[in-house]
């Protein structure tokens, strides 16, 4: 149960978000350009900077929803643990580990990401966009896990939760259905 | 020096969304969402919320430009924002904003930090849900824009006459995206 009554029993960021469209549309759109739009980074490694970000922030439903999508474009456990525990020696290429590198910076505070970070991502072929998406996706979900746990909202224990929910990030997108957000699989779970 | 090429002597947030402005349309119409749209509690109070964690993020852009916003739609009563930026516990302000500075304190530190005893506290100084969602949602929004602004290393600047304009501006036209007033 959430700290707060919500107008619907959705779990997590998704209750939060029908519950306050007012501004939840403008979090979804925002996130919907970062993680899907055009960029040169893949879905898979912005879905990367998200789980990491999230399992630092402790958030376990952003985790355990973000692991899930990760999956769902073809990473794996492996994959995650090692990003999770020893990004360095991740199977990522190595402009990966230096955007990896300033995500976890960012977890911890803006003014953490130093000269010497950014360099060593331009090093590796980063460009300022990738850059400046990788901070903006850090600090975004820095947004989202606090949101989620600062409101204490309801997060269910079934992995075929986040399996569901993986596929609908992948395959839909994070924008608001018009006719709203009430899949059976959810409320099911509720 | 920002630590990608943004648009050279635009401050803090601006220059950010001028570089990207895909995302910082976004970003500006969330915090006219959020400060300037409906809630229970005032402009002035959202600012200082925004103000107040700012300040623990250590993020002298945001901290600086909102407590000026704050001081603005104060008017009279603007002492209490530096009060609350000093020691929020002893300022002058109502014991509910004490308890919902208090949680977005706590959002600040980490989300599972709040705890069901800071939400009944608040709730026992008269807190409705909807402030106490806004206290949080404010408090998670500016542990966005605080990590963006110094991430990225914009440009901060030094002099306080700068931030007393910035807040002027904030205060009576809110938040548009500078795109939009080209």
């Not at chain 1, 990788?134 to 820095?142: D, K």
């Not at chain 1, 269910?156 to 990030?169: M, N, S, T, W």
């Not at chain 2, 980490?110 to 806004?134: F, M, P, Y």
Request: hydrophobic share 40%; proline share 4%; net charge negative.
């Amino acid at each position: 149960m959430a700290y707060i009554k919500l107008n619907n029993q959705l779990p997590g960021i998704t209750g939060l978000l029908e519950n306050r469209p007012d501004t939840g549309d403008h979090i979804r759109a925002l996130t919907q350009v970062l993680l899907r739009g055009e960029s040169s980074l893949t879905e898979m490694e912005r879905e990367l900077i998200a789980t990491l970000v999230s399992y630092r922030n402790e958030c376990r439903f952003c985790t355990s929803a973000h692991a899930a999508t990760v999956k769902a474009l073809g990473g794996d456990d492996e994959l995650l643990d090692k990003v999770f525990h020893d990004a360095d020696n991740a199977p990522v290429s190595d402009k990966m580990k230096a955007l990896l590198n300033i995500a976890a910076k960012v977890q911890k505070l803006g003014k953490e990401v130093k000269e010497e970070d950014v360099e060593r991502a331009k090093k590796h072929g980063a460009t300022d966009v990738e850059i400046h998406d990788t901070v903006l996706i850090a600090a975004l979900f820095c947004l989202y896990n606090r949101y989620v746990d600062g409101l204490g909202t309801y997060r269910p224990e079934d992995p075929g939760y986040y399996e569901k929910l993986a596929q609908r990030l992948v395959t839909v997108g994070y924008m608001r259905p018009r006719e709203g957000v009430i899949p059976v699989a959810e409320t099911t779970y509720r | 020096m920002a630590h990608i090429q943004v648009p050279t002597g635009v401050p803090g947030i601006r220059s950010l969304v001028m570089f990207r402005p895909e995302t910082g349309e976004h970003l500006y119409n969330l915090a006219q969402a959020l400060l300037r749209g409906v809630s229970p509690l005032t402009e002035a109070e959202r600012e200082l919320i925004a103000a107040y964690v700012s300040g623990r993020n250590e993020c002298m852009f945001c901290m600086s430009s909102h407590a000026a916003a704050s001081r603005c739609l104060y008017g009279e009563e603007r002492n209490v924002v530096d009060e609350v930026l000093n020691d929020a516990d002893r300022a002058n302000i109502t014991p509910k904003l004490k308890s919902l500075l208090h949680i977005a304190g706590r959002v600040q530190i980490l989300g599972k930090e709040v705890t069901q005893n800071d939400i009944d506290d608040a709730r026992s100084e008269g807190a409705t849900d909807e402030e106490i969602h806004d206290a949080v949602l404010i408090a998670a929004t500016f542990s966005m824009f605080n990590r963006y602004v110094d991430g990225l290393a914009s440009f901060t600047p030094n002099d306080a006459s700068a931030y007393e304009a910035m807040g002027e501006r904030m205060a009576y036209n809110g938040y548009v995206s500078p795109q939009k007033q080209l």
